[in-house]
Protein backbone atom coordinates (compact mmCIF):
# COMPACT_ATOMS: atom_id res chain seq x y z
CA UNK A 1 0.00 0.00 0.00
CA UNK A 2 1.17 3.52 -1.08
CA UNK A 3 1.66 5.92 1.43
CA UNK A 4 -0.03 9.59 0.72
CA UNK A 5 0.38 12.74 2.13
CA UNK A 6 -1.35 15.05 -0.48
CA UNK A 7 -1.93 19.09 -0.11
CA UNK A 8 -5.13 19.41 0.01
CA UNK A 9 -5.21 17.03 3.75
CA UNK A 10 -2.00 19.19 4.60
CA UNK A 11 -4.52 22.48 4.02
CA UNK A 12 -7.57 20.44 5.60
CA UNK A 13 -5.68 19.13 8.71
CA UNK A 14 -3.63 22.44 9.78
CA UNK A 15 -6.79 24.37 9.20
CA UNK A 16 -9.68 22.44 10.82
CA UNK A 17 -7.17 21.59 13.75
CA UNK A 18 -5.98 25.04 14.63
CA UNK A 19 -9.83 26.09 14.08
CA UNK A 20 -11.09 23.71 16.42
CA UNK A 21 -8.26 23.63 19.47
CA UNK A 22 -8.77 27.63 19.13
CA UNK A 23 -12.50 27.82 19.83
CA UNK A 24 -11.24 25.53 22.75
CA UNK A 25 -8.50 27.84 23.88
CA UNK A 26 -10.67 30.84 23.85
CA UNK A 27 -13.41 28.55 25.71
CA UNK A 28 -10.71 27.97 28.27
CA UNK A 29 -8.93 31.08 28.46
CA UNK A 30 -5.47 29.71 26.90
CA UNK A 31 -5.49 31.27 23.62
CA UNK A 32 -1.78 31.91 22.33
CA UNK A 33 -0.53 32.51 18.74
CA UNK A 34 2.10 29.81 19.54
CA UNK A 35 -0.62 27.40 20.25
CA UNK A 36 -2.33 28.38 17.19
CA UNK A 37 0.78 28.05 14.92
CA UNK A 38 1.68 24.72 16.51
CA UNK A 39 -1.28 23.01 16.33
CA UNK A 40 -2.01 24.20 12.61
CA UNK A 41 1.31 22.48 11.84
CA UNK A 42 0.52 19.35 13.87
CA UNK A 43 -2.62 18.74 11.82
CA UNK A 44 -0.95 19.66 8.39
CA UNK A 45 2.07 17.12 9.15
CA UNK A 46 1.12 14.50 11.69
CA UNK A 47 -2.25 13.98 11.30
CA UNK A 48 -2.86 14.59 7.81
CA UNK A 49 -0.16 12.10 6.74
CA UNK A 50 -1.31 9.50 9.64
CA UNK A 51 -5.43 9.32 9.58
CA UNK A 52 -5.48 9.50 5.65
CA UNK A 53 -3.25 5.98 5.65
CA UNK A 54 -4.64 4.39 8.79
CA UNK A 55 -8.34 5.24 6.66
CA UNK A 56 -7.05 3.84 3.76
CA UNK A 57 -5.15 0.65 5.51
CA UNK A 58 -8.77 -0.30 7.19
CA UNK A 59 -10.85 -0.14 3.60
CA UNK A 60 -7.67 -2.61 2.77
CA UNK A 61 -8.15 -4.66 6.01
CA UNK A 62 -11.83 -4.75 6.41
CA UNK A 63 -13.55 -5.89 2.97
CA UNK A 64 -16.40 -8.25 2.65
CA UNK A 65 -20.32 -8.55 2.71
CA UNK A 66 -22.15 -5.15 3.81
CA UNK A 67 -23.38 -5.60 7.00
CA UNK A 68 -23.39 -4.94 10.49
CA UNK A 69 -20.41 -6.86 11.68
CA UNK A 70 -18.57 -5.26 8.58
CA UNK A 71 -19.43 -1.81 9.43
CA UNK A 72 -19.05 -1.99 13.55
CA UNK A 73 -15.32 -3.78 12.68
CA UNK A 74 -14.24 -0.50 10.58
CA UNK A 75 -16.00 2.05 13.18
CA UNK A 76 -13.85 0.28 15.50
CA UNK A 77 -10.85 -0.11 14.13
CA UNK A 78 -11.13 3.79 13.58
CA UNK A 79 -11.78 4.42 17.33
CA UNK A 80 -8.40 2.05 18.12
CA UNK A 81 -6.67 4.37 16.18
CA UNK A 82 -8.21 7.87 18.41
CA UNK A 83 -7.21 5.62 21.95
CA UNK A 84 -6.80 7.16 24.96
CA UNK A 85 -3.15 7.31 23.72
CA UNK A 86 -3.62 9.64 20.66
CA UNK A 87 -5.86 11.43 22.96
CA UNK A 88 -3.05 12.16 25.62
CA UNK A 89 -0.42 12.77 22.79
CA UNK A 90 -2.96 15.33 21.51
CA UNK A 91 -2.94 16.81 25.09
CA UNK A 92 0.91 16.68 25.02
CA UNK A 93 1.19 18.34 21.66
CA UNK A 94 -1.54 21.17 23.32
CA UNK A 95 1.31 21.70 26.29
CA UNK A 96 3.97 22.05 24.08
CA UNK A 97 2.79 24.16 21.60
CA UNK A 98 1.45 26.33 24.59
CA UNK A 99 4.68 26.41 26.63
CA UNK A 100 3.21 24.66 29.38
CA UNK A 101 5.65 22.64 29.75
CA UNK A 102 5.19 21.93 34.02
CA UNK A 103 1.72 20.25 33.14
CA UNK A 104 3.17 17.11 31.18
CA UNK A 105 3.22 14.07 32.99
CA UNK A 106 1.77 10.62 33.17
CA UNK A 107 -1.25 12.45 34.26
CA UNK A 108 -2.00 13.29 30.66
CA UNK A 109 -2.62 9.38 29.85
CA UNK A 110 -5.32 9.93 32.74
CA UNK A 111 -6.82 12.21 30.95
CA UNK A 112 -6.87 10.65 27.91
CA UNK A 113 -8.12 7.39 29.65
CA UNK A 114 -11.15 9.13 30.93
CA UNK A 115 -12.10 11.56 28.29
CA UNK A 116 -12.10 8.33 25.80
CA UNK A 117 -14.16 6.69 27.69
CA UNK A 118 -16.16 8.95 28.96
CA UNK A 119 -17.14 9.99 24.35
CA UNK A 120 -17.21 6.08 23.35
CA UNK A 121 -20.66 7.11 22.20
CA UNK A 122 -20.28 9.77 20.29
CA UNK A 123 -17.31 8.35 18.88
CA UNK A 124 -18.36 5.23 18.07
CA UNK A 125 -21.50 6.80 16.05
CA UNK A 126 -19.32 9.66 14.70
CA UNK A 127 -16.63 6.57 13.24
CA UNK A 128 -19.33 4.33 12.13
CA UNK A 129 -20.51 6.98 9.90
CA UNK A 130 -17.20 8.19 8.65
CA UNK A 131 -16.40 4.96 8.01
CA UNK A 132 -19.17 3.37 7.00
CA UNK A 133 -21.18 6.34 5.06
CA UNK A 134 -18.76 8.45 3.94
CA UNK A 135 -16.49 7.85 0.43
CA UNK A 136 -12.69 7.45 1.71
CA UNK A 137 -11.50 10.20 -0.06
CA UNK A 138 -13.31 12.51 2.15
CA UNK A 139 -12.93 10.53 5.38
CA UNK A 140 -9.85 13.05 6.32
CA UNK A 141 -12.08 16.00 5.97
CA UNK A 142 -14.81 14.50 7.79
CA UNK A 143 -12.91 12.78 10.48
CA UNK A 144 -10.82 16.72 10.56
CA UNK A 145 -14.28 18.05 10.94
CA UNK A 146 -15.41 15.56 13.64
CA UNK A 147 -12.00 16.12 15.26
CA UNK A 148 -12.07 19.52 15.46
CA UNK A 149 -14.79 19.55 17.43
CA UNK A 150 -13.83 16.81 19.69
CA UNK A 151 -10.60 19.05 19.69
CA UNK A 152 -12.94 21.70 22.22
CA UNK A 153 -13.62 18.68 23.95
CA UNK A 154 -10.06 17.17 24.63
CA UNK A 155 -8.79 20.73 25.43
CA UNK A 156 -11.51 21.34 28.05
CA UNK A 157 -10.32 17.65 29.20
CA UNK A 158 -7.37 18.87 30.21
CA UNK A 159 -8.62 20.75 32.29
CA UNK A 160 -11.69 18.64 33.59
CA UNK A 161 -10.40 15.52 34.07
CA UNK A 162 -6.85 16.46 35.26
Given amino acids: MALEYKINNIAKGGVIYAVGDTIASVISDDFSWMRLLGIFLIGATVYAFEIPNYFKWIDKKVTG?????TSMTRALMAMLYFNPLWIARHILFIMLVSGNYDAIGWGLLLTGVISFAINIPVSLGANYI???KIELKHRFLSSAIFSGIMAVYYSLSAVWFA
Fill in 130 to 132: IQN
Fill in 65 to 69: TPGLK
